[in-house]
């Protein structure tokens, strides 16, 4: 795609990577232009499609950016649950008042985004085009979740008292039984983070709108809205 753009009057490419490209946390908080370690074939082709970008603005000034969302949520996402998959039955259970159990310590961390912040970050960076141009940027929230402290939290969203139990990594596997989730949920804790959004906040002014409660309690609510768990169940 890029060899075809370069003769062209292109003014701006705006290349959506992810978070997936840092794969393993070294140090907090990651910064976008800190040694990544992609866990997966997803986030590595993302990392080299990153490199092979930003390689082209240094070397031929091709106007291109990079914007790098965490776990796209708001309403009508299927968004990453307290347990960092995407079973429905874990809000169920919670809704219920019944126990939900967590692996290891519950201190891995997920950092959901609402989509209209992403949204943002893509929109700011057309509007401030020479600021970001040959740069990467995140598109999170403020703050990132423990997976402890998001389950508490939907604890209380349901009005239900908390019951949490936590396993080794090895028993939450025997325990939960579907590969699939197991799978997921690999991937999302071993790249646990907390992801700085300081250069977009420097550069063009991002500024989240909502704060992360907000975006996982609004994503909530319309799939109890819209009878997500009644499908869930069936």
Same mark, same amino acid.
């Given at each position: ?9 292109? *003014? ?6 992810? /978070? ?28 080299? *499609?990153? %490199? ?7 070397? %031929? ?17 299927? +968004?990453?649950?307290?347990?960092? #998959? @995407? ?11 019944? !126990?939900?159990?967590?692996? #290891?310590?519950?201190? %891995?961390?997920? @950092?959901? =985004?609402?989509?209209?912040? =992403? ?18 940027? @995140?598109?999170?929230? !403020? !703050?990132? +979740? ?14 239900? !008292?908390?019951? +949490? ?12 039984? #579907? ?9 999302? /804790? ?25 975006? /996982?309690?609004? *994503? ?15």
């Amino acid at each position: 795609m890029t060899e075809a753009l370069k003769n062209t009057n292109l *003014s701006h490419y705006v290349f959506c990577s992810s /978070i997936w490209a840092h794969g393993k946390a070294t140090i907090f908080p990651i910064v976008e232009d800190q040694p990544k370690f992609p866990l997966d074939e997803y986030g590595l082709q993302k990392a080299k *499609s990153e %490199e092979y970008l930003h390689h082209l603005y240094r070397q %031929e000034s091709f106007p291109e950016t990079v914007i790098m969302p965490g776990q796209i949520s708001g309403p009508g996402w299927v +968004i990453m649950n307290p347990v960092a #998959n @995407h079973d429905y039955m874990v809000f169920i259970k919670i809704a219920r008042g019944e !126990e939900i159990a967590l692996p #290891n310590f519950g201190m %891995e961390t997920l @950092h959901h =985004v609402h989509a209209d912040d =992403v949204a943002q970050v893509f929109f700011n960076a057309i509007n401030h085009r020479k600021a970001a141009l040959g740069e990467s940027f @995140h598109a999170v929230g !403020e !703050e990132s +979740i423990t997976l402890l402290g998001y389950a508490q939290a939907m604890y209380r969203y349901f009005k239900q !008292e908390e019951r +949490i139990k936590f396993l080794s990594w090895n028993e939450w596997c025997e325990y939960t039984n #579907n590969p699939d989730y197991i799978d997921r949920r690999y991937y999302h /804790i071993a790249g646990s983070g907390n992801f700085s959004i300081e250069k977009g906040k420097r550069l063009f002014g991002y500024k989240p709108r909502f704060t992360l409660l907000e975006t /996982i309690e609004e *994503s909530v609510a319309y799939m109890v809205e819209n009878n997500w768990f009644d499908s869930a169940k069936k």
